[in-house]
């Protein structure tokens, strides 16, 4: 779930109910906003849900709290091994948000992982995006 600012809120309802059905399996979300302090969107209920399992992992990135900005498509990048890994054992992945800068950025962040650790072309990391697009697999809620 790649989810920055309030693109986050669905994702809500995904581990809310992963927690109430007892839904197995792993799931990760990248988050990003401005400011840790006033900007993270759910933290409790986040960090709740990692700390009972219902969500296994969180990486975050807060673009105005230190003089490097950071953003969700270099969280997808430094995890890029792990998130190919994910994606090579089934996982799906859910973008939420902004359509004018955040979701090129991470579609090409995603590309890049799948070229980089799958070892193939831009032209087929773009066409494995594609397939798992077409098996509801890379799903995009942007606006």
Avoid at 6 to 24: K, L, M
Avoid at 49 to 78: M, N, P, T
Wanted: with cysteine; net charge positive.
């Amino acid at each position: 779930m790649i989810g920055p600012g309030s693109g986050v809120a669905p994702f809500r309802g995904f581990v809310q109910e992963r927690a109430a059905t007892g839904a197995s399996g792993r799931n990760w979300l990248i988050f990003g906003a401005r400011h840790l302090a006033s900007d993270f969107l759910y933290q409790l209920e986040w960090q709740r849900a990692l700390k009972c399992g219902v969500l296994a992992r969180i990486d975050l990135a807060f673009s105005r709290d230190s003089g490097r900005r950071v953003y969700v498509q270099q969280r997808i990048a430094e995890a890029g091994r792990e998130l190919y890994d994910w994606v090579e054992s089934g996982a799906s992945i859910y973008v939420c948000g902004d359509a004018t800068r955040m979701a090129p950025d991470v579609h090409a962040a995603l590309t890049s992982v799948i070229e980089r650790h799958g070892g193939v072309s831009a032209e087929a990391a773009l066409a494995r995006l594609d397939r798992l697009g077409a098996d509801g697999r890379y799903l995009r809620d942007v606006y």
